[in-house]
């Protein structure tokens, strides 16, 4: 990694205090030019552990950063609602250092919140959704409704020009392959789909051939140098 991780603390929409990483696109890049991705973790999760994708966009030439949401690692609150504004607000910061086109890319509670979220701001132009965890069982593991009241059909169903990728193991033990499949057969173009054989529920994010992929996928749909 050649250039170290700026920690920055990002005020979320209700004022929340947000622990993150930054990362500013790779050379030739410069600091101000490059499209933007936020990298979302999974319930109980933290941003250390998605450093390594974050590497892998700026070394592609994009910003990239890493927050620690709600109720996770050095950021306090609760695990309510207030994650989709963690999330929008960590794509206002990145479009506030001059990013360009936005992008998100999640892992299952992570993966929610890319969905859900990149309709609502303006800048995203491109989503990757791992293993995506569904309302329901998502509602039951925080011990909350508030992931009842968002649809990710509708979500993901919208023809808004965002460009959608999903990635899903197949033997997937929490979340059933099936529920990626159905999320992307009514999704607007563009759009991209990947079901890999074997896994589990936390091995694409770390699989480097899955990385590989998906920061290609997001490279060609914000406009990332080749």
Do not use: Y
């Amino acid at each position: 990694m050649a250039t170290p991780p700026e920690h920055v603390t990002i005020p979320s929409h209700d004022g929340l205090e947000l622990s993150a990483l930054v990362l500013p696109p790779g050379p030739p890049v410069t600091v101000t030019g490059g499209p933007g991705v936020v990298v979302l973790h999974g319930f109980g999760s933290r941003k250390e552990n998605h450093l390594d994708f974050a590497v892998r966009l700026s070394d592609a030439g994009m910003w990239a950063l890493v927050p620690d949401l709600r109720g996770h690692g050095e950021t306090g609150g609760a695990m309510d609602e207030g994650m989709i504004g963690d999330v929008l607000a960590c794509l206002d910061h990145l479009e506030e250092r001059g990013a360009g086109p936005l992008g998100l890319r999640g892992s299952s509670m992570g993966g929610f919140l890319s969905l859900v979220a990149a309709p609502m701001h303006p800048r995203a132009r491109a989503l990757v959704a791992i293993c995506p965890a569904r309302p329901e069982p998502l509602a039951r593991r925080l011990e909350a409704d508030w992931p009842l009241e968002h649809s990710l059909e509708r979500a993901a169903w919208r023809d808004d020009g965002i460009a959608r990728g999903f990635w899903h193991a197949r033997d997937d033990e929490v979340v059933p392959w099936g529920n990626t499949f159905h999320l992307h057969s009514r999704a607007p173009q563009p759009t991209h789909l990947r079901i890999t054989m074997g896994g589990s529920h936390r091995s694409l994010q770390h699989d480097p051939a899955v990385q590989a992929d998906t920061v290609d996928f997001l490279a060609a749909h914000l406009g990332a140098r080749p």
